[in-house]
Every structure is written in C-alpha cells, then in structure tokens.
C-alpha cells in the first residue's frame, strides 16, 4: 500500500496536478499549488485511448458530481487528457470496464527526452518520447503484450527504422524500386498562401529558384539559342525539404518562369543542395575530439538536430552554435563567432566533458546581425582546430512585399554602433589575425542601401557562395529541349515513390 501511494503521488507531482495552470496568449502559465479533490481515487497515463459508447455519453452528459467536479478540476490542468478521462472511469459505475492497455509501444527515452524543451511555451518540465531509430528495432521483436502501434516515427528525423519495420511486416520490395531511401516532405504550397512563409523564408526561395534558373542557362544554353534561358515569374509554387539515405540534400523549389525563345510560362522544380561549410584546420591539430559544428535555428535537443533545416536565417534571427563530439579527456574550447565585415561579435568557453556528445550554445548578440557570410572559428589552446560558416541573409521582402530602403537600411547595417555585446572583442582581431578591412566595412554600409535588382544580385551571389542548384526539371511541356521531365528523375517530388502509395486494404487485413 505504501508503495502505491508513493507511486501516486510521484505521478501526481510529474503530472503537475497539484498545480493550477492557465493557456493565455499561447502559453501555458502556472498560477500556483492546489489540492486534489478528497475521495477520488487519480489515475493515467498515456493520452491514447479507446473509449466505449455508454462511457462517452457519460462523461459528455451526465451532470453528477464526479463528472461537474472532475470537468472543473481538469479545466485548469496541464495535460488533462494524460488523466482525465482515467480518473473519471475509475471513480465512475463504469470502472470495471477498464483495461490497462493503451496497444502500444513508446519510445522513452528519459535522459533525451527530459530536457524542457518546452519552456518556451510551458511553465513546466515535462518529458515527451524519442523518435525510434534502428538501434530501438529490438523493441518490436520483444513485445510481450497486444501491440498495435508504436511511436514516435519522423522520417525526417530517421527513415531506416520505418523501411526496417516495412520490411519486417511485409517483406522485401521488388529489386530496382525506386524512391526506397527517398523521402521528401511539404513545407509550403501555393494554396497555402504566401502570408505563410517568413520573410526570410520568401527570399531564400526566390533566390533559389533564380539559381535554377542559371543552371538551366549555364547547363543548357547555346549561344544564339534562348530555348533553355528563362525569366523568373511569381512567387513558389511549392517547396519541398527533400532527404536520401536520412541525410538533409537540400530544398526542392518548385517555380514559374517566362521562356525567353517561345514567351511562355513554364513550371520548373529545382533541386539546391548546401555547400559543405564545416573544416577540420589544415593542418590538422592533435586536438581530436570535435566531429561536427553547425550553426542553425530551432535545435531539437531530444532529437539533437536542427528543426530549421537548411539554416535559413535573416538578421533577426537569435543563431545557435552545436558542435559534435567524439569521447575523449575532459577540454575547454573557444568558440569565436565573426561577422562578414571581421567584427567579433562574440566568444566564449565551453568545457567538453569527456562523455559529452552535443554541446549547444545561444550567445545573446544584439540585432539585427549583420548579413553576409559569418565564420564560427573554434580553438583549443588559442590554436584553431575547425571552422564553419552560415548565411545571414538579406532580405528582399518586408511582410511579404519588395523590401524598401528606409526597412533595408535597418535590417541590413548591422547591430547599432557595431555592438554585438556589451564588451567589445575588438583587441582580439590581430591576436587572431582578423583584420578589419576598411573597404570592407564601406561596401557593406553600400549594401545595407541595395533595393530591387541590385539587392538580389547581392541576396544571390551570397546564397550562391553557401548553396549550389544541383539540378532543374520540367513539371510538364517545356520549349527546351534538352530539359528533363521531373517524373524521369530520381530527385523531384514528382519521381516515383512506390513505398509511399497506398492501395486498397487486401482480404487479410494487410496493406501490401
């Protein structure tokens, strides 16, 4: 009895139902302690449920006192699903129709999973699953109990583990199918409307899609011939992350654009991939243990990636700095953070415990960063050992319309007095041999002004120098002749991809 009551009690306190909590302002706010209601017997767990018929009607319309009670309780409940209906159905006449049993298997992962992640949006630490990857298969050849599902899957977090599954349920695909380690997902389409995508967003695949469009050109073009030349129309039609073998390759942008021989629009999709930014020093240091570092938005520490794939980011954008790290002695490492013009706008010390594998850091830099090409250096005993790049980029839209100088100039110059921090690295540049280039800082001030075509020959030479146009298709009739129809390709999203088409359910329950 007593380890029950122990057991309730911790379930209690994790859940926060001894909390009072209110959502205002898409934000989940902790007022204060409260007391559980005397003579009900709490209970939960999982949020996935099934539940009968004459329960439903129950809870939907019976105004005893258990059910009005137990609605007011949970109104102001963190995760009311995870435990209301469970305490109402054991307190209930109904409880003897309970079975512990939610069908399912869940990938906790506790150590990676508990982080409050979600601090943002909570005033609480919680815990949530970890996607499964091939390490967990074993899981699902152990299963003691009914099972009927599992998670969590992302197929942009790992794509193996779900063929793996396939392939145990189902069996093998046919050899030579296409699109197996493919995957590609949606993240804007025409209907959803432009008033969706960022500024920042907007631009980046306005530019990509002009990148293409010099593929085309460069790839393409003979001279005297305009068949396979083109002139950039509209907004995206679509725009698609796209993964192989569950590594990020790039957007798929898919656009409108005039050709020049024959003055008709045609719709094109164009592949651009990110250059490789990260550099262990030449030569290499004796200083082993870092990996990776990469610079980003939106760091998933449960799943230990970037949400924001790709790194778009604009100068008002708050960057994170990862770095990846092999096993190895306990070090402490520097990281530099230097902005196109050689300002340092920030450095700091991150001590690498020798079990550490992720490290991530947020220096609070004053805004708007300034935009260009940034370098993040990283040294061990003052003496570099790696280096990355990221993209600031500029913007060519301000709430969705062609950006204006008065908004340029105040996006694109900077931080005010070139003040990323309070303290001033500046008697760090000729120690580490960053000099400042006057003509440097000059063009920059010139650029800050660009409006139109010139600021998108800046946007575009700066993306070009960070990402490059793979390829270019046709989505349908096209004036050149040597362009590729996207279905031929194995890279568009509209290339085949038989795993992911689902036909009629067979006789025997199964889908394939």
Not at 231 to 241: D, E, F, L
Not at 293 to 319: H, M, Q, V, Y
Request: hydrophobic share 35%; with cysteine.
């Amino acid at each position: 009895f007593l380890a029950l009551t122990l057991t309730l009690d911790l379930f209690i306190r994790k859940q926060g139902l001894d909390r009072l909590f209110l959502e205002c302002d898409t934000h989940m706010w902790r007022l204060g302690d409260r007391k559980i209601p005397e003579g009900i017997a709490v209970d939960g767990g999982s949020d996935w449920f099934l539940l009968n018929r004459k329960f439903v009607e129950y809870v939907t319309f019976s105004n005893d006192d258990l059910v009005t009670k137990m609605k007011r309780f949970y109104s102001y409940t963190l995760l009311p699903a995870e435990s209301f209906f469970h305490t109402v159905l054991e307190n209930s006449p109904y409880c003897d129709s309970m079975v512990d049993n939610n069908l399912r298997i869940t990938n906790w992962n506790r150590k990676l999973g508990c982080k409050c992640q979600y601090k943002h949006i909570v005033d609480w630490c919680g815990c949530s699953p970890n996607d499964f990857k091939p390490a967990d298969f074993h899981r699902f050849q152990q299963t003691a109990r009914p099972t009927f599902f599992a998670r969590k899957f992302e197929a942009v977090v790992n794509q193996e583990i779900i063929g793996q599954l396939d392939y145990y349920l189902y069996g093998n695909y046919p050899s030579g199918t296409p699109g197996l380690r493919s995957y590609w997902e949606n993240v804007y389409d025409e209907p959803d409307g432009v008033h969706t995508l960022s500024d920042v967003a907007l631009t980046m695949y306005h530019a990509f899609s002009r990148l293409g469009l010099r593929r085309a050109e460069t790839s393409f073009h003979t001279t005297g011939d305009n068949s396979c030349r083109y002139y950039p129309m509209g907004h995206p039609v679509s725009v698609h992350i796209y993964f192989l073998a569950d590594r990020f390759q790039g957007f798929l942008i898919k656009h409108h654009a005039t050709n020049l021989a024959v003055s008709k629009l045609e719709t094109l999709e164009t592949w651009v991939m990110p250059k490789k930014v990260f550099k262990i020093a030449s030569p290499p240091s004796d200083f082993g243990r870092l990996q990776f570092s990469e610079i980003g938005t939106e760091w998933d520490a449960k799943e230990r990636l970037f949400r924001n794939f790709g790194g778009l980011l604009g100068p008002t954008d708050e960057p994170v700095g990862m770095q990846k790290w092999g096993k190895g002695p306990n070090v402490t490492v520097t990281v530099i953070w230097v902005d196109p013009v050689n300002v340092i706008a920030a450095t700091y010390d991150i001590l690498i415990e020798s079990s550490a594998e992720y490290t991530h850091y947020k220096p609070p830099l004053n805004l708007p960063l300034r935009p260009g090409v940034w370098t993040i250096k990283i040294l061990h005993h003052w003496v570099q050992v790696a280096e990355t790049k990221f993209l600031v980029t500029p913007l060519t839209f301000s709430n969705r319309q062609p950006i204006k100088q008065e908004e340029a100039l105040k996006y694109h110059s900077g931080p005010p007095k070139n003040a990323y921090m309070e303290q001033s690295f500046q008697g760090l540049n000729p120690v580490l041999n960053i000099p400042i280039s006057a003509a440097r800082v000059d063009q920059a001030k010139r650029n800050a002004a660009l409006v139109g075509a010139r600021l998108e020959a800046w946007v575009d030479s700066l993306v070009g120098s960070v990402w490059s146009a793979v390829d270019i298709c046709s989505t349908g009739p096209t004036a050149c002749p040597v362009m590729q129809a996207c279905t031929q390709t194995a890279w568009s999203s509209l290339s085949p991809d038989p795993k992911s088409e689902l036909g009629p359910v067979k006789p025997d329950g199964r889908l394939r």
